[in-house]
């Protein structure tokens, strides 16, 4: 460490630990327990008008018996498929429809559903909840389409993914008796068997009021809302009492050992499990402290050691979050190169190491400040409040343990860390697992084609709603029902520093937080760079050292901040930026700001960064993903900058002359502004700002090279690549799509959002997903660019499913372009995009993003403030228009990957056209399917 820098250290120190205890917000979280012994728990947030319930059920994986694993997962599925009072299908619409966001998990302790609502839709919320808790159908013929859905989703998860086969496998081996030994989504086989009845029996044993947390949190009066609950909630009768899982794991007394092969796998990966504890245990908070100072961040104490000296590209060291006892889990992934006994013996020793000898006062203090400056964070949004609170109820029985555990974890010692790992850190009796590359992991495609499964479409009943129907009466649109977030503009100040560049200002006092971001214009990078990968990994070395903070001592402060100062390139800008607690911010301003005007470049960080990126790309070059998406953007972007194509060798091939050329070419104070938002006055941000960024000064200015006009798709290109490894078939459509700021871009935002926005209400959801049962998942994307634009469609199915999906999702396209939307569906998108503004701004970060985005993007600072009565205005018509100008499926990109020929696609689109009944379009009827190599 330089004698500079030696100065600078005991000042930084003394702020750190000064500041090591800021307090977080304090809630108040208040507990009423309902007659039927439903658990409730309120608080108050007013500073949004949104309010989140979650509701938890106490049950998961771990409550299933042998031969009815994911049955857990199934029952989660099958609430969303009605009851008598809200049929199939508008659960989701109705959420939707309000302004709502919503989903649902499922983990081996717990089902957890959830929605965020506008503060006056909450009652919707409440009502669904109540009512499936309840009076959930789980009707036979829904049933089995929807366990269609789930084995797609398996198929996606697990089978498509060697790591996953070979974790299910490892966890299997580790847990002896426990139920935590099976997966959550379960066997392919139990899902086989399984039956309705099996999940209504499992639906009423717990799904009860005693056997829930519901937890709300957001704008409302506790007195009222206790009042709203007991009348949604309180009628319910309780159910019978719930048996507890006893399933004693007895201590591991051996050594267990797993190893598999995958041609898809180019970096070995190697996954260790060791005894651990529950999640309430007193040595719980000491190990997850111990597996922090071992592998969080660039100064952990394996980082060095496996990361820097390039034996691994990545690892981790943790405690798994569980009920019952979870394992503590090392896991790595190796370069070709490096033998796993080295890496194995360089963790047993640093373990041992930690054993034997005290960890410093500094390594505790770091890892214990990451949770003060995350609880300042953690609170600001009602998500994370309740996210925190509930998993804490279930899992420790009681929310207040929350705080009880952040004084365990200020009271643990470096005694503690010695006696919790020679306690359960036994290198004896172990379970490990190690993923080759190699041989298959999956049986050969002819098993995998000629399934037996049963995936014909399953004709939806009388209450079933269909993609592009008046499902109902239509409902009124008025604007003046929604609460819109305050306008952002009118609370921006702008001012210039020393040297020109432009600051815009946002000050909130609400949080102790201050959050920066630079913006520097570049530009069509590649008019000079030629690759994009330049453009990254400058940003990224910048980051990493300057003359007066070099690496070490820069991460060491950085870790103690807990916060870290972040660089990204791109092909239009350069952002950077930076955040933290009030009282930390000069500190991480003083580095940001060196690093930004005197970066050191470190080749050693250099290589080591070039030798991971490279790694990465020459796996994922081989997954189906990469091909088939690479095929679509090469296409729509053919001769644009916005394919700039990034490989193993444009990466290997970059030098540190490359990169400082880069960076003395694009970061210029002239092509730069700041944006800044939080808990400072303009005065004192200005002089602060002034002193570090102010002086930047550089001798070049480098001009600005536009982009050229984005082509035009002329025809159709239809694409197979075969990949007899996969278990599913990647179908991706795509075509070229306005940029950002054309008029047309928001009409064609709210007309995707209708086609293809979401899995469960949009149209292609509706119909491939819900109705036919073909996919886990199917969604549309719209991505408008500053000089350009796409559109994509994905989805994932089996081989035999392929073609019925390909000419499902192109006839909805072709009904978009040629049939007017429903006025409820032109309403339900309005009320949607309108009732979640406020979430969107929910917190100060939240807000910031804005602000970051509209620079960035070039709009003006105005426009998320000019956005509700831009969507107000968007008519039928201009739906129907946008949609016949921009969707246009014979003028696009089909691209369909796994394992599956070209001669097996074109016979299966066209049986399935023939199926259809549906007049096939012109640009299909003889069309020609190619080949990607």
């Given at each position: 460490?330089?004698?500079?820098?030696?100065?600078?250290?005991?000042?930084?120190?003394?702020?750190?630990?000064?500041?090591?205890?800021?307090?977080?917000?304090?809630?108040?979280?208040?507990?009423?327990?309902?007659?039927?012994?439903?658990?409730?728990?309120?608080?108050?947030?007013?500073?949004?008008?949104?309010?989140?319930?979650?509701?938890?059920?106490?049950?998961?994986?771990?409550?299933?018996?042998i031969g009815k694993t994911g049955i857990s997962h199934v029952v989660e599925h099958m609430m969303f498929k009605g009851t008598p009072t809200f049929p199939t299908g508008y659960i989701s619409r109705l959420i939707k429809r309000n302004s709502g966001v919503f989903n649902a998990f499922t983990s081996k302790d717990m089902t957890v559903y959830y929605e965020q609502m506008p503060k006056n839709k909450i009652e919707i919320a409440l009502e669904i909840e109540a009512d499936r808790m309840m009076n959930s159908v789980l009707d036979p013929k829904e049933f089995s389409s929807e366990m269609n859905v789930i084995k797609e989703e398996r198929r996606l998860r697990v089978e498509n993914n060697p790591g996953q086969i070979l974790d299910e496998e490892l966890q299997a081996a580790f847990y002896m008796s426990h139920s935590y030994r099976w997966p959550i989504i379960g066997w392919m086989n139990d899902l086989d068997n399984m039956a309705r009845d099996d999940a209504h029996e499992y639906y009423k044993t717990f799904y009860t009021p005693n056997n829930t947390i519901?937890?709300?949190?957001?704008?409302?009066?506790?007195?009222?809302?206790?009042?709203?609950?007991?009348?949604?909630?309180?009628?319910?009768?309780?159910?019978?009492?719930?048996?507890?899982?006893?399933?004693?794991?007895?201590?591991?007394?051996?050594?267990?050992?797993?190893?598999?092969?995958?041609?898809?796998?180019?970096?070995?990966?190697?996954?260790?499990?060791?005894?651990?504890?529950?999640?309430?245990?007193?040595?719980?908070?000491?190990?997850?402290?111990?597996?922090?100072?071992?592998?969080?961040?660039?100064?952990?104490?394996?980082?060095?050691?496996?990361?820097?000296?390039?034996?691994?590209?990545?690892?981790?060291?943790?405690?798994?979050?569980?009920?019952?006892?979870?394992?503590?889990?090392?896991?790595?992934?190796?370069?070709?190169?490096?033998?796993?006994?080295?890496?194995?013996?360089?963790?047993?020793?640093?373990?041992?190491?930690?054993?034997?000898?005290?960890?410093?006062?500094?390594?505790?203090?770091?890892?214990?400040?990451?949770?003060?400056?995350?609880?300042?964070?953690?609170?600001?949004?009602?998500?994370?409040?309740?996210?925190?609170?509930?998993?804490?109820?279930?899992?420790?029985?009681?929310?207040?343990?929350?705080?009880?555990?952040?004084?365990?974890?200020?009271?643990?010692?470096?005694?503690?860390?010695?006696?919790?790992?020679?306690?359960?850190?036994?290198?004896?009796?172990?379970?490990?697992?190690?993923?080759?590359?190699?041989?298959?992991?999956?049986?050969?495609?002819?098993?995998?084609?000629?399934?037996?499964?049963?995936?014909?479409?399953?004709?939806?009943?009388?209450?079933?709603?269909?993609?592009?129907?008046?499902?109902?009466?239509?409902?009124?649109?008025?604007?003046?029902?929604?609460?819109?977030?305050?306008?952002?503009?009118?609370?921006?100040?702008?001012?210039?520093?020393?040297?020109?560049?432009?600051?815009?200002?946002?000050?909130?006092?609400?949080?102790?937080?201050?959050?920066?971001?630079?913006?520097?214009?570049?530009?069509?990078?590649?008019?000079?760079?030629?690759?994009?990968?330049?453009?990254?990994?400058?940003?990224?070395?910048?980051?990493?050292?300057?003359?007066?903070?070099?690496?070490?001592?820069?991460?060491?402060?950085?870790?103690?901040?807990?916060?870290?100062?972040?660089?990204?390139?791109?092909?239009?800008?350069?952002?950077?930026?930076?955040?933290?607690?009030?009282?930390?911010?000069?500190?991480?301003?003083?580095?940001?700001?060196?690093?930004?005007?005197?970066?050191?470049?470190?080749?050693?960080?250099?290589?080591?960064?070039?030798?991971?990126?490279?790694?990465?790309?020459?796996?994922?070059?081989?997954?189906?993903?990469?091909?088939?998406?690479?095929?679509?953007?090469?296409?729509?972007?053919?001769?644009?900058?916005?394919?700039?194509?990034?490989?193993?060798?444009?990466?290997?091939?970059?030098?540190?002359?490359?990169?400082?050329?880069?960076?003395?070419?694009?970061?210029?104070?002239?092509?730069?502004?700041?944006?800044?938002?939080?808990?400072?006055?303009?005065?004192?941000?200005?002089?602060?700002?002034?002193?570090?960024?102010?002086?930047?000064?550089?001798?070049?200015?480098?001009?600005?090279?536009?982009?050229?006009?984005?082509?035009?798709?002329?025809?159709?290109?239809?694409?197979?690549?075969?990949?007899?490894?996969?278990?599913?078939?990647?179908?991706?459509?795509?075509?070229?799509?306005?940029?950002?700021?054309?008029?047309?871009?928001?009409?064609?935002?709210?007309?995707?959002?209708?086609?293809?926005?979401?899995?469960?209400?949009?149209?292609?959801?509706?119909?491939?997903?819900?109705?036919?049962?073909?996919?886990?998942?199917?969604?549309?994307?719209?991505?408008?660019?500053?000089?350009?634009?796409?559109?994509?469609?994905?989805?994932?199915?089996?081989?035999?499913?392929?073609?019925?999906?390909?000419?499902?999702?192109?006839?909805?396209?072709?009904?978009?372009?040629?049939?007017?939307?429903?006025?409820?569906?032109?309403?339900?998108?309005?009320?949607?995009?309108?009732?979640?503004?406020?979430?969107?701004?929910?917190?100060?970060?939240?807000?910031?993003?804005?602000?970051?985005?509209?620079?960035?993007?070039?709009?003006?600072?105005?426009?998320?403030?000019?956005?509700?009565?831009?969507?107000?205005?968007?008519?039928?018509?201009?739906?129907?228009?946008?949609?016949?100008?921009?969707?246009?499926?014979?003028?696009?990109?089909?691209?369909?990957?796994?394992?599956?020929?070209?001669?097996?696609?074109?016979?299966?689109?066209?049986?399935?056209?023939?199926?259809?009944?549906?007049?096939?379009?012109?640009?299909?009827?003889?069309?020609?399917?190619?080949?990607?190599?």
């Amino acid at each position: 460490m330089n004698s500079q820098m030696l100065k600078i250290i005991p000042v930084l120190l003394l702020l750190l630990l000064s500041t090591a205890l800021f307090p977080a917000e304090k809630i108040a979280p208040q507990r009423f327990v309902l007659d039927n012994g439903l658990n409730v728990i309120l608080v108050e947030m007013h500073k949004s008008p949104i309010i989140i319930q979650r509701l938890y059920y106490k049950v998961g994986s771990r409550n299933e018996t042998i031969g009815k694993t994911g049955i857990s997962h199934v029952v989660e599925h099958m609430m969303f498929k009605g009851t008598p009072t809200f049929p199939t299908g508008y659960i989701s619409r109705l959420i939707k429809r309000n302004s709502g966001v919503f989903n649902a998990f499922t983990s081996k302790d717990m089902t957890v559903y959830y929605e965020q609502m506008p503060k006056n839709k909450i009652e919707i919320a409440l009502e669904i909840e109540a009512d499936r808790m309840m009076n959930s159908v789980l009707d036979p013929k829904e049933f089995s389409s929807e366990m269609n859905v789930i084995k797609e989703e398996r198929r996606l998860r697990v089978e498509n993914n060697p790591g996953q086969i070979l974790d299910e496998e490892l966890q299997a081996a580790f847990y002896m008796s426990h139920s935590y030994r099976w997966p959550i989504i379960g066997w392919m086989n139990d899902l086989d068997n399984m039956a309705r009845d099996d999940a209504h029996e499992y639906y009423k044993t717990f799904y009860t009021p005693n056997n829930t947390i519901l937890v709300l949190v957001g704008d409302f009066e506790t007195e009222e809302m206790i009042k709203t609950v007991k009348k949604y909630f309180g009628k319910i009768p309780a159910g019978p009492e719930v048996s507890e899982v006893n399933i004693p794991e007895p201590d591991i007394r051996t050594f267990k050992s797993i190893r598999k092969e995958s041609p898809a796998v180019v970096n070995p990966k190697y996954t260790a499990y060791f005894q651990g504890v529950p999640f309430s245990h007193p040595d719980f908070p000491v190990l997850d402290l111990a597996s922090d100072i071992l592998s969080k961040g660039r100064t952990s104490r394996l980082y060095e050691k496996l990361v820097q000296s390039r034996l691994c590209r990545h690892f981790r060291f943790t405690i798994a979050r569980y009920i019952d006892m979870g394992p503590l889990v090392f896991t790595a992934e190796l370069y070709p190169e490096t033998h796993l006994d080295t890496v194995k013996n360089i963790f047993r020793r640093e373990i041992e190491i930690m054993k034997s000898e005290p960890v410093s006062d500094r390594e505790l203090l770091k890892v214990k400040n990451a949770y003060k400056v995350n609880d300042v964070y953690s609170n600001m949004k009602v998500s994370g409040v309740a996210s925190r609170i509930g998993s804490y109820e279930l899992m420790a029985g009681d929310f207040q343990y929350y705080d009880r555990y952040r004084e365990l974890i200020d009271r643990v010692s470096a005694e503690d860390i010695m006696r919790v790992l020679n306690k359960y850190m036994n290198f004896e009796y172990y379970a490990e697992g190690l993923l080759l590359p190699g041989d298959s992991l999956l049986e050969k495609a002819t098993d995998i084609i000629l399934s037996n499964e049963d995936l014909s479409p399953i004709e939806p009943d009388e209450h079933k709603i269909e993609a592009g129907k008046e499902d109902e009466e239509q409902i009124p649109f008025d604007p003046a029902n929604f609460i819109l977030p305050n306008p952002i503009a009118p609370a921006l100040t702008t001012f210039q520093l020393d040297n020109g560049i432009e600051v815009t200002f946002y000050e909130d006092h609400s949080f102790p937080i201050i959050e920066l971001a630079g913006i520097i214009h570049t530009g069509n990078t590649s008019s000079v760079t030629g690759e994009e990968s330049v453009s990254q990994m400058t940003a990224s070395l910048v980051s990493l050292g300057s003359q007066q903070f070099p690496y070490d001592a820069l991460m060491d402060t950085l870790s103690m901040l807990s916060t870290g100062v972040s660089f990204h390139g791109g092909d239009e800008n350069i952002l950077f930026s930076w955040g933290t607690i009030r009282e930390n911010f000069e500190t991480l301003t003083h580095i940001g700001s060196d690093l930004l005007k005197n970066p050191s470049f470190p080749e050693k960080e250099f290589e080591t960064m070039k030798m991971q990126r490279v790694a990465v790309l020459e796996e994922a070059v081989k997954k189906t993903g990469w091909k088939t998406s690479r095929y679509l953007v090469e296409k729509i972007f053919e001769g644009h900058p916005y394919f700039e194509p990034i490989t193993p060798e444009s990466f290997s091939g970059v030098t540190l002359k490359d990169i400082r050329q880069y960076y003395n070419t694009y970061y210029q104070p002239n092509h730069t502004s700041l944006l800044v938002l939080g808990d400072i006055s303009r005065d004192n941000l200005q002089k602060l700002l002034n002193k570090y960024v102010g002086n930047w000064q550089t001798e070049a200015s480098s001009k600005l090279f536009d982009f050229p006009d984005q082509k035009l798709l002329k025809g159709l290109d239809f694409k197979v690549y075969t990949n007899y490894e996969d278990k599913q078939v990647d179908v991706r459509i795509a075509h070229e799509a306005p940029f950002i700021h054309h008029p047309d871009y928001e009409k064609l935002e709210m007309a995707n959002y209708i086609l293809g926005g979401s899995s469960l209400t949009s149209r292609l959801g509706l119909n491939i997903r819900d109705k036919q049962g073909l996919t886990y998942g199917i969604t549309s994307k719209l991505k408008g660019r500053i000089e350009g634009g796409w559109w994509y469609l994905q989805s994932k199915t089996s081989p035999q499913n392929v073609g019925k999906l390909l000419t499902s999702a192109i006839a909805e396209i072709e009904k978009m372009r040629s049939e007017l939307v429903t006025e409820n569906e032109l309403n339900d998108a309005k009320r949607y995009f309108l009732g979640i503004l406020p979430m969107i701004v929910e917190d100060p970060v939240s807000i910031f993003r804005i602000m970051v985005d509209q620079n960035k993007s070039g709009k003006p600072m105005n426009d998320f403030d000019t956005y509700p009565d831009r969507l107000i205005g968007i008519s039928r018509k201009d739906i129907l228009d946008a949609s016949a100008k921009y969707f246009h499926p014979e003028r696009s990109v089909i691209v369909v990957g796994g394992p599956i020929t070209a001669e097996e696609v074109q016979a299966a689109f066209q049986q399935a056209w023939a199926d259809s009944g549906l007049e096939i379009p012109e640009a299909f009827r003889d069309v020609e399917i190619g080949v990607i190599e």
